[in-house]
Structure formats: structure tokens, C-alpha cells
């Protein structure tokens, strides 16, 4: 679509306020080289076992950068940085087994894994206003696709109905933006019209979005689906302040009608039906309501989400939050942890641990509660 203009009031509110609420979103030629695989052990760094079947890993502040996600039920991948360039690999949590995968010149910004773990994206910046974009097979690490944008940020999602095809948008300085699909079967990029950069993928060929009235801002909105510059309004008599894409499901949030105190959590099916619905507190902001940690695991279709005990504001809470699941086929609801931090989430694809912390450094183990420091830092 080329660069899409926004106008001046959008620049300022609009778009912090969706970078802040948005849900279908993630971080960036040469640079990022194929690597064979080599297994590293653990002789590269210290591990330690801190009961009998997790093995923590021993980094540092200065060489770590994040935690990507899960690559298996027993293996995360990691970055880190030796101060020359970047590698990421593979860890065993089991076992402490490392396994150097990708490695790359400039800096990693951000890497996402596909819904079924078949790729992975690597986005590095070669250039102050370059993002470079590397998707490799996670069986093979075989680079699949290769593409460099000029922006100065990107953000992109993965379509869960065919992880082939990637929705990527560049933002440049003035905060005009230029939304991408990249089909990696065909290695091409593809210019798409949308109305504004942050929506998720309906199906194969359109989108879903909050409806937001850039000349009116408001903290709620209805959904609509935009297909071919059409706008069709959906969900009739409904507003909302997050939507996301989860599997075969829609999340979305909206205002307790009875209770403005509460967030209506309501997940819709691929036919916009919804399927199951629960109230849970929420924290005011600034700009509408911050948006809790969760995750979603598709194989056993369970929404794991650390949510506030009691409603307030969220800059001078301090009434605690719980770690819980639920279960989007049977409606069943677990406490896993009474009392956790509220720092990210990343669980496991069979959904026994998940991951949090603000590195994602701390290990969840969710059929016995117990909490493990998996990522020590010296």
C-alpha cells in the first residue's frame, strides 16, 4: 500500500495506545549464517540441578538477551551475545544439553516461532533503518527465506491457518507504516492495504481487528473483519480493548457491563461464536486497562493467564496476582499458584511447564506448583 498517512493526533495517542493494547504483534543479511548444528554440552556453561529433573543454566547479564520461547516440550531457545555477534541455540532444560543453532553478525532484535514449531523468525538490523529478515526450519535449521525492509521497527504475525504466510509491517520515523505478507514457500513478499498496522489474521485471505475511530479515540471498539478494502463490523452490540488470535480462537477483552471493575473475557470460535466466557479483575492505566500475561496451548486447548486478585490501578497496585488455567473445552478453572509475580508468560506445547519472569528466567512446573530458578544469572 506504500506508506499509509496517519494524521497527527493518530501519531501521538493512536499508535501508543495500540502498540500497548495490540495482541497480533512481535521485533529484525548477510549476517545471520546457517550453522550445523554443533552440540556444545555443558561444558560451555555451568549447570546446575535444582531438583531431580531440571538443570538450570548459569549466564551472564552482560552476554544474555532473551529467551525466544519453546522449541519442544523440553528444549527453550536462547539468545545471547559474546560482545561480537549474536548466536541462538537450543536448551535441554532435562538434561542441560546446549546446541548452537544460528549466528549472526548484528544484533538480534526479537525471534518468533511459527504455532506448530516448524519455523522460526529472526529479525536483526544491519542498518539504523534496515530490518533484516531470516525464517529457517526448526527440524533442519535449512534458511527458507530471506528479505531486507527499510523501517524502524517492525512488528509481524504468524497466520494460524497457514504459518507459510507471515503478516510483517515496517513503521518509518514519521509513523507512516507499510504492512507485508510474506509467503515463504514462494520466498516473495506481497504489498497488502489495511486500514491500520495491528490486526490478526481471520483466515488465509482476511483480517480481524478492533474497528478504532482514529478521529474519535476511544478505549473500546467493535470487531470487524477486512477483506479487499471492505470493512464488514462484526460481533453487533459488543465493544472491546484487546484482541488476539489463539489457535482456533479469538480472545478478546471488553468492560463487565454489571462491573466496570472486572474484564468480560470472551474466546470466539473461527465462525465468530462465542465459546466460553469468565470475568476476572483488571488494573486502570492511563490509556484504557493493562493487559495481563498469558499463553495459550493449542494441544490441550488451555489458556494459562496470571490475572489480578482484586480490581485497581496498576501503577500503585499491590493486592497480588494468581497464576491460573482453564480449560477452553471442558470450562474447568485450576489455580496453579496463589501468589506469583506479573511478568511474562511462555508455556510448554504440552503444557506441563511454562515459563516466567521478566526474562523468562523462572520455570513453572504445572502439575506440582513448584517454582525453579531455570536461568541463573552470575
Not at 502498540?19 to 552440540?39: M, P, R
Not at 520515523?173 to 515463504?184: R, S
Not at 489458556?303 to 477452553?328: C, H, T, W
Not at 511478568?343 to 504445572?366: H, M, Q, R, V
Request: with cysteine; charged share 20%.
Amino acid at each position: 500500500m506504500g506508506r499509509s498517512l496517519v494524521k497527527a493526533f493518530f501519531l501521538f495517542f493512536i499508535m501508543s495506545f495500540l502498540f500497548f493494547l495490540s495482541g497480533c504483534q512481535s521485533e529484525q543479511l548477510h549476517s545471520i549464517h546457517y550453522h550445523s548444528g554443533k552440540s556444545v554440552g555443558m561444558d560451555m556453561k555451568q549447570s546446575f540441578i535444582t531438583d531431580s529433573s531440571i538443570v538450570s543454566y548459569e549466564t551472564s547479564m552482560d552476554e544474555f538477551r532473551f529467551v525466544v520461547g519453546w522449541a519442544s516440550n523440553d528444549e527453550i531457545l536462547i539468545v545471547e551475545s559474546n560482545g561480537e555477534r549474536d548466536v541462538i541455540f537450543s536448551y535441554n532444560i532435562e538434561n542441560g544439553k546446549r546446541i548452537d543453532r544460528f549466528f549472526s553478525d548484528h544484533p538480534i532484535i526479537s525471534a518468533s516461532i511459527s504455532p506448530t514449531r516448524k519455523y522460526i523468525l529472526v529479525h536483526t538490523s544491519p542498518l539504523p533503518y534496515e530490518a533484516s529478515i531470516h525464517i529457517y526450519r526448526l527440524d533442519t535449521d535449512e534458511l527458507v527465506f530471506e528479505q531486507n525492509l527499510e523501517s524502524s521497527e517492525i512488528d509481524y504475525e504468524w497466520n494460524w491457518d497457514r504459518e507459510e504466510n507471515v503478516l510483517l509491517v515496517t513503521f518509518f520515523e514519521d509513523w507512516t507504516f507499510a504492512p507485508y505478507i510474506l509467503h515463504i514457500e514462494e520466498e516473495s513478499v506481497e504489498s497488502v492495504e489495511l486500514p491500520h498496522p495491528f490486526v490478526c489474521w481471520f483466515d488465509e485471505q482476511s483480517w480481524i481487528s478492533i474497528n478504532w475511530d482514529f478521529d474519535i479515540p476511544s478505549v473500546t471498539a467493535p470487531l470487524a473483519i477486512f477483506e479487499q478494502n471492505r470493512t464488514e463490523v462484526i460481533v453487533q452490540g459488543k465493544e472491546f480493548y484487546y484482541l488476539d488470535r489463539l489457535g482456533d480462537f479469538f480472545f478478546t477483552m471488553g468492560v463487565d457491563t454489571t462491573d466496570e471493575g472486572e474484564s468480560e473475557i470472551t474466546f470466539f470460535d473461527k465462525q465468530l461464536q462465542p465459546t466460553f466466557t469468565f470475568h476476572i479483575p483488571h488494573l486502570s492505566t492511563f490509556s484504557g486497562w493493562q493487559i495481563p500475561h498469558y499463553d495459550y496451548i493449542d494441544e490441550t486447548k488451555t489458556f494459562m493467564i496470571i490475572e489480578p486478585i482484586e480490581s485497581g490501578e496498576a501503577d500503585i497496585y499491590q493486592g497480588g496476582f494468581q497464576l491460573v488455567k482453564r480449560n477452553l473445552a471442558s470450562g474447568e478453572e485450576t489455580v496453579i499458584l496463589d501468589s506469583v509475580d506479573n511478568a511474562p508468560l511462555s508455556c510448554s506445547p504440552d503444557g506441563n511447564y511454562c515459563l516466567t519472569g521478566n526474562f523468562l528466567e523462572k520455570l513453572i512446573d504445572i502439575n506440582t506448583g513448584e517454582l525453579t530458578d531455570l536461568i541463573l544469572f552470575q
